[in-house]
């Protein structure tokens, strides 16, 4: 593997740690190889080049080999077709604007129209997203891991088909109850399929499986996230999205709950009763502190206390102390260093606590 020597301890790392049998935390360090940085990974490179599959995967490639991946890091191909690509799939517009890297997905769809949708191998997107697949775990092969692509949750699907979101969408809630719910569990049908057929093209015991938050594990596992509930109350988040999450959580063997920012917070007493998810990985948002930060604290522990697992983003002059703060178990931090110096010591010292 491309800068990792030790990709077989990191795997049996991450089966600890999914196990909760690991009795340290996890640590993802990625630093610049050299110096210092040439290039960022790119994240939106089969976007970017689309539909020239090769160009983005040479471009990952040639990335990678510039990056150090220290503790449980690892190159990390993302198959990143923006978040929501199941809308395209379904009839919405694809708009990728270079510039500021970021995609987004326009539909002009009734809600009877939705009710109506059917999943379809043969979409020209779904079938740029096999190709992606085929040829990415081809060249990755013992270099990288070819990651799961973002389908994103069911009620952001149908807000981007419907058009204008999320204004449309919750027009939809007040003067269209009835026919919303029904094209949600239309969506949500929808979904569950589309994900097994994504586990189906990926399914390789070498690669395993991974996702845009690059935590590996040698079952299937999915990074459940729905930022659409912020604008729900919680009677609403009962009704349109709990019910999704559990069926989720149930029916894939493994789940971390994206938990974006603040503002979803009145949901995670409801997140942290649902048995079968495994953890919470915590963004704190633009503007708001650290994931390295005391503010914190309470928030982490309350999810440790439930038994879930933890995955944070952290800056580097902040990783130890925070992991000093909390229970090292079933953690994973997450954190980017200037330099391979910088890097190596943080590393050295982790590993003088933690052996």
């Given amino acids: 593997m491309i800068n990792k020597e030790d990709w077989d301890e990191t795997r049996e790392a991450f089966k600890a740690w999914w196990e909760r049998s690991l009795d340290r935390p996890l640590l993802q360090i990625f630093a610049p190889k050299g110096s210092d940085w040439k290039e960022t ?5 089969f976007l970017r080049y689309y539909p020239n599959v090769d160009m983005a995967i040479s471009t990952l ?5 510039e ?18 690509f199941l809308s395209a799939c379904l009839g919405a517009d694809v708009k990728f604007n270079p510039e500021i890297n970021t995609a987004w997905f326009e539909g002009k769809m009734s809600l009877e129209d939705i009710r109506k949708v059917e999943f379809d191998a043969q979409n020209e997107w779904w079938r740029y997203l096999a190709e992606c697949t085929r040829i990415a ?8 891991i070819v990651a799961l692509t973002d389908l994103l949750d069911p ?51 070498e690669n395993g499986f991974s996702t845009w938050a690059g935590l590996w594990s040698d079952k299937r596992y999915c990074v459940l996230q729905c930022d659409t509930i912020v604008y ?25 709950w994206h938990l974006d920012g603040p503002l979803e917070l009145k949901h995670l007493e409801k997140l942290l009763d649902i048995n079968e998810l495994d953890g919470i990985q915590w963004v704190p948002g633009a503007g708001n502190p650290d994931g390295g930060e005391d ?34 178990k079933g953690v994973a931090v997450q954190t980017t260093c200037a330099s391979y110096r910088e890097a190596k010591d943080l590393i050295d010292k982790f590993r003088a606590t933690y052996g």
């Fill in 155 to 205: 009620i952001t699907i149908l807000g981007l088909l419907r058009g204008n979101f999320p204004t449309n969408m919750i027009k939809d809630v007040f003067l269209s109850w009835n026919s919303m719910v029904k094209a949600l569990e239309k969506i949500q049908e929808i979904w569950f399929q589309s994900y097994e057929e994504n586990c189906r093209l990926i399914d390789d015991p």
């Fill in 41 to 45: 990974i790119d994240s939106w490179a």
């Fill in 137 to 144: 775990l081809e060249r990755f092969c013992k270099k990288a």
């Fill in 232 to 256: 729900l109350s919680p009677k609403l988040f009962d009704h349109l999205v709990y019910p999704y999450i559990v069926e989720a959580c149930q029916s894939i063997e493994r789940t971390i």
């Fill in 67 to 84: 990056v150090s991946f220290l503790g449980e890091a690892y190159p990390n191909a993302w198959i990143n077709l923006g978040p929501g």
């Fill in 295 to 328: 503010v914190w604290l309470p928030l982490y522990r309350k999810i440790q206390a439930k038994g879930k697992l933890l995955q944070i983003f952290v800056q580097p002059k902040r990783v130890l102390h925070i992991l000093s703060k909390i229970s090292p």
């Fill in 61 to 65: 490639l040639s990335q990678f080999r």
